[in-house]
């Protein structure tokens, strides 16, 4: 027996270190918690940075802990942006504060993790609807002031705590539920597509746990939006609140997004993109995602999968197409700003086993409501040609002259 360790066991740290979940998670289903004293065991001077919607629905949560607490409040303005965190880091500094608590959506949430982060403070978040599971994960996406997308920044750990009150989260909008249902579904489809291949423990039970979430929201979803505050809606919640958190602790780095994702952080190039939620985004990215595996990869599962989907998202109300996300009148040059954005060099899109380009990504996402073709050939030409009115009547994709060989006879030229 060895009286002391392995030379390698002496470096502890030879993998990365993973941050799977929050320190604590607490469940609300009735009545508020003691927050003073929940808030005070992480500091005397919590900094709450919320929307400013979202501060309204907070007010009797603020009211339950600044009597015993010095706390300031800051909304994140229009979105996690270097501006906002400039901003947000003064406005911790003035007033010494020693904890952030984040209040709201995505949007909120990633703010006072990433400002958190920078400020050596630490956090507790609060979802004020069911869009993402951004409470959760030690992530956070950064946006310009006027909304597009331009990074993700890893974080070294998880909110120290996370507390969903069903009551609060009752309040948003069905849209924000069913947003957040998009969004976690995509866990599915860009998993199984970036780590379905992975030997890796984790990563296998990370897109494990994925297929089940998609199972989870295919069955109970409906229901769950028929019925706000219900048993299954407070399920469902808990899907896409804190399971997709899970897959994404799990799965860290390895387990990246892959176009669905891409296509999101495209669309919010364009100037309309406020319009419309992430998941609402991200739930038609995913039939991009699909429609490129159908035409590039002539892969038959895929156009199923997107008929699957198609179905379900007309059950609960999720956007199949450009027009949906009220897109429809957009010209060719934004469709092709947004494609090209989608397909920078360093874009998560390139984790497809093939290759895309802005061209090819256009005509997908023109055709995301496509018939099943019964010949696997029919390729981009015949995408482009499915859908006219989302590219306006007078314009064209100039197609990869490789798309155009091997068509079945229906092909279309635009
Ligand atoms: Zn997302």
């Known amino acids: 027996m060895p009286t002391s360790a392995p030379s390698s066991m002496s470096t502890p740290l030879a993998m990365p270190a993973q941050a799977i979940a929050p320190q604590q998670i607490l469940r609300v289903e009735q009545g508020l ?9 992480y500091g005397q001077r ?4 919320a929307g400013d919607q979202s501060l309204g ?5 603020l009211q339950a802990f600044s009597t015993t607490l010095a ?23 003035n007033h010494e504060a020693d904890v952030i608590i984040g209040v709201g959506g995505g949007k909120a949430l990633d703010a006072a993790k990433l400002l958190a982060n920078q400020c050596h403070c630490p956090v507790i978040t609060i979802p004020t609807s069911a869009a993402t599971c951004a409470a959760w994960t030690a992530l956070s996406n950064l946006y310009t002031e006027t909304g597009a997308f331009q990074s993700d920044v890893s974080l070294p750990r998880c909110p120290d705590l996370l507390i969903l009150d069903y009551a609060l989260v009752k309040k948003a909008p069905a849209r924000t539920l069913i ?3 998009g969004d976690a579904l995509a866990k599915w489809y860009e998993a199984s597509i970036s780590s379905g291949q992975s030997q890796d423990t984790l990563t296998i039970a990370a897109v494990q746990q994925a297929r089940v979430l998609r199972d989870i929201l295919f069955q109970k979803s409906a229901a769950a939006l028929a019925e706000p505050g219900s048993e299954v809606w407070q399920q469902v919640v808990d899907a896409t609140v804190l399971m997709a958190g899970v897959v994404g602790g799990l799965g860290g780095a390895q387990c990246r997004t892959v176009a669905a994702h891409a296509v999101h952080n495209g669309l919010t190039q364009l100037p309309c993109t406020r319009s419309s939620l992430h998941g609402e985004k991200v739930a038609y990215g995913i039939l991009v995602q699909l429609r490129l595996e159908e035409l590039l990869q002539q892969n038959h599962l895929a156009a199923t999968a997107r008929h699957q989907l198609l179905k379900f998202y007309g059950d609960i109300g999720l956007p199949t197409t450009l027009a949906d996300l009220s897109m429809g009148d957009l010209p060719l040059s934004q469709l092709q700003a947004a494609a ?29 409501t496509a018939a099943i073709s019964p010949c696997p050939g029919v390729g981009v030409a015949m995408a482009v040609a499915c859908c006219p009115k989302d590219l306006g009547r007078s314009e064209t994709i100039a197609l990869p002259e490789n798309l155009r060989t091997g068509f079945c006879t229906d092909e279309v030229t635009p």
Do not use: K
């Open 179 to 181: 947003a957040g249902i």
């Open 71 to 93: 706390v300031a409040v800051a909304t994140y303005g229009q979105d996690c942006s270097q501006t906002s965190l400039q901003r947000l880091r003064q406005t911790v500094a």
């Open 33 to 41: 918690p003691p927050l003073d004293q929940l808030i005070g065991q």
């Open 340 to 368: 090209e954005f989608a397909c920078r060099p360093d874009s998560d899109l390139h984790y497809l086993p093939f290759i895309v380009t802005p061209e090819t990504l256009m005509a997908a996402m023109v055709s995301t």
């Open 57 to 61: 629905v907070f007010q009797p949560y």
């Open 46 to 49: 919590p900094l709450v940075v």
